[in-house]
T-cell receptor, first 116, second 109 residues
Framework: ETGVTQSPTHLIKTRGQQVTLRCSSQSGHNTVSWYQQALGQGPQFIFQYYREEENGRGNFPPRFSGLQFPNYSSELNVNALELDDSALYLC???????????????FGSGTRLTVV | AQRVTQPEKLLSVFKGAPVELKCNYSYSGSPELFWYVQYSRQRLQLLLR??SRESIKGFTADLNKGETSFHLKKPFAQEEDSAMYYCALINTNAGKSTFGDGTTLTVKP
């Protein structure tokens, strides 16, 4: 059983650029959630994807967008990068549909994004 | 709006002492609550879920709806329990989750 894998592990971008982060969910998991974690804070929920559709979103602007593919892998896209977007981005998957929360999430190791 | 508060950023106890990590939440519906743990240089991992009423690694957590709390407890702390602990609330209907800012537990020998 493979866990959640994220790529790349580290990334440096310039303000105003666009970035795409990738996540492969754990085998058998069909729901993917993305989080932003700033230093000293807990993970902040960005959005969740289930069956290739966004089915929950946190307080993030539209320049944060995502995709989920038929194999349940996912991408997080961030446009017009700002300095405050510098953070660790975590992906987590879970095994069920709309009742996914009851089973908890399996997390990846994250992508460290630095915006300069 | 849902909110999770972990009032202690740092908690230090001696080996063998009881430990309690506090978690308070704000949520209008029936909450799904979890504790996650992150050991040094490891990824975040699920510790326990309130719905299963389980004990993992000697830890338990009881949901108190009256006090809107979900404190994590262990009667005898071990050095290997030293880690960052996060409390999380999941709104399964809306697909939203909220994490606290975490408590760093240090168990001293």
């Amino acid at each position: 059983e493979t866990g959640v894998t994220q790529s790349p592990t580290h990334l440096i971008k310039t303000r105003g650029q666009q970035v795409t982060l990738r996540c492969s969910s754990q085998s058998g998991h069909n729901t993917v959630s993305w989080y932003q974690q700033a230093l000293g804070q807990g993970p902040q929920f960005i959005f969740q994807y289930y069956r290739e559709e966004e089915n929950g979103r946190g307080n993030f602007p539209p320049r944060f967008s995502g995709l989920q593919f038929p194999n349940y892998s996912s991408e997080l896209n961030v446009n017009a990068l700002e300095l405050d977007d510098s953070a660790l981005y975590l992906c987590a998957s879970s095994p069920k549909g709309r009742a996914q929360g009851a089973y908890g999430y399996t997390f990846g190791s994250g992508t460290r994004l630095t915006v300069v | 709006a849902q909110r999770v508060t972990q009032p202690e950023k740092l908690l230090s106890v001696f080996k063998g002492a009881p430990v309690e990590l506090k978690c308070n939440y704000s949520y209008s519906g029936s909450p799904e609550l979890f504790w996650y743990v992150q050991y040094s240089r490891q990824r975040l991992q699920l510790l326990l879920r309130h719905i299963s009423r389980e004990s993992i690694k000697g830890f338990t957590a009881d949901l108190n709806k009256g006090e809107t709390s979900f404190h994590l407890k262990k009667p005898f702390a071990q050095e290997e329990d030293s880690a960052m602990y996060y409390c999380a609330l999941i709104n399964t209907n809306a697909g939203k989750s909220t994490f606290g800012d975490g408590t760093t537990l240090t168990v001293k020998p």
